[in-house]
Structures are given as C-alpha cells and as structure tokens.
T-cell receptor, first 114, second 117 residues
Framework: GDSVTQMEGPVTLSEEAFLTINCTYTATGYPSLFWYVQYPGEGLQLLLKATKADDKGSNKGFEATYRKETTSFHLEKGSVQVSDSAVYFCALRMGNSGYSTLTFGKGTMLLVSP | GAVVSQHPSWVICKSGTSVKIECRSLDFQATTMFWYRQFPKQSLMLMATSNEGSKATYEQGVEKDKFLINHASLTLSTLTVTSAHPEDSSFYIC?????????????FGDGTRLSIL
C-alpha cells in the first residue's frame, strides 16, 4: 500500500539555521504531496502542497519540491525561528479530491533554540 | 478559509463513562468528515470516514461499537467513545471536506485530548 517515510526526530537547531526534513513516499500512481504542521496541543495545519512532479510548494519561508525520480518531498527553510518549533508531517493523497484519504508519515519534531 | 471547530478541546472522565466529541464545519458543508487518533509522539491514525447521511466506514482494527460516529448533518459529525477505559486515552482529531473546498485538502480541527481515569 501507499506509505510515507520521514526522518526521525527530534531535529534540534539554533535560530537562523538551515532546516531540511526528509520525506520519501511509496505509491501506486502519482499522488499529491503535503506538509502539515502541528503546534503543541493543536490540530494540523496545512503548510504547503504540490500536486505533480517538479511542482514546488512554498509558504512562510518553507519550501518543498515534488521529485518523482527520487519519490521525495523534502521540506526546507533557509532560516528557522523559535516559533517554527512544532511537529511536521509529510502526507500523500491519491487523486485531487478532498474526499480522498491522507496517508501520513510518523512526523518529525523540530526544536529551535534562541 | 475553511474553519473546522472541534469540541471539547480537553475532557477528563471516569472509566466506564461515554464521551461525545463534536466536529463542526463553520463555513462550508462538509460532505465527508474523517476521524483520526493520535498517540503521544506518533502519527495520525485514520479511524473512520463518514459521509453525511450514511454509515461511517471504519478502518481495519477500529471497533465500530466502541467508537460510534454520527454524521447527521452537513455541518456536524460526532464521535462517541462508549464505556471509555484508560487505554482509550488519546488525542482525537477530526477533519472535513466538501462544499466549496471539495478540491482542497481536508481541513482539520484543533483536536480533543481525552483522558480516562
């Protein structure tokens, strides 16, 4: 079945450091890919998405590029802030409908210190 | 943007009681709602998918008699944990899709932390 693999955390960085969180996927077909962020005690918020190969999703300084050849969707940010501390989930969805189920990775905790 | 409200945000109750969690779509008609369970430091596990006016579809291993899901209107779905026990303690999150947001990813509520004593 479809699956998402993320690097294990926690990822610990100092403020203004460069961030990469790796995400690879396995799917039959061509999924849409997402990054969600979960702040402590809260639900999930969509951070960015890409729906086809070579698409780049970006939001709030975060970026991720849909790489079909490596089946990857790594999350990057050039300069992290303390407020970016959260758990980040990579996810895939087959099809373009909101009714389709999401398959999540296990999440990667990011801790940013001042 | 789409808003999904979940209530309560936190509940503590005694073992053996039943607990109801509400999930509401505030500005759109949610044809489909999803219920997830999240254990500490783990990912979200899809429990069930509910379509308005029909029975929920449960994922393998989820007890439908334990976790009752009702989706009687286009703006409200409820999850009732029946005869809750400490092992049911978890973070429960709903999401919704439909209406003018049917082509967008699911929109998530803020979750309900359930603690059974």
């Amino acid at each position: 079945g479809d699956s998402v693999t993320q690097m294990e955390g926690p990822v610990t960085l100092s403020e203004e450091a460069f961030l990469t969180i790796n995400c690879t996927y396995t799917a039959t077909g061509y999924p849409s890919l997402f990054w969600y962020v979960q702040y402590p005690g809260e639900g999930l918020q969509l951070l960015l998405k890409a729906t086809k190969a070579d698409d780049k999703g970006s939001n709030k300084g975060f970026e991720a590029t849909y790489r079909k050849e490596t089946t990857s969707f790594h999350l990057e940010k050039g300069s992290v802030q303390v407020s970016d501390s959260a758990v980040y989930f990579c996810a895939l969805r087959m099809g373009n409908s909101g009714y389709s189920t999401l398959t999540f990775g296990k999440g990667t905790m990011l801790l940013v210190s001042p | 943007g789409a808003v999904v409200s979940q209530h309560p945000s936190w509940v503590i109750c005694k073992s053996g009681t039943s607990v109801k969690i509400e999930c509401r779509s505030l500005d759109f008609q949610a044809t489909t709602m999803f219920w997830y369970r999240q254990f500490p430091k783990q990912s979200l596990m899809l429990m069930a998918t509910s379509n308005e006016g029909s029975k929920a579809t449960y994922e393998q291993g989820v007890e439908k008699d334990k976790f009752l899901i009702n989706h009687a209107s286009l703006t409200l779905s409820t999850l009732t944990v029946t005869s809750a026990h400490p092992e049911d303690s978890s973070f429960y999150i709903c999401s919704a899709a439909g209406g003018q947001y049917s082509n967008q990813p699911q929109h998530f509520g803020d979750g309900t932390r359930l603690s059974i004593l």
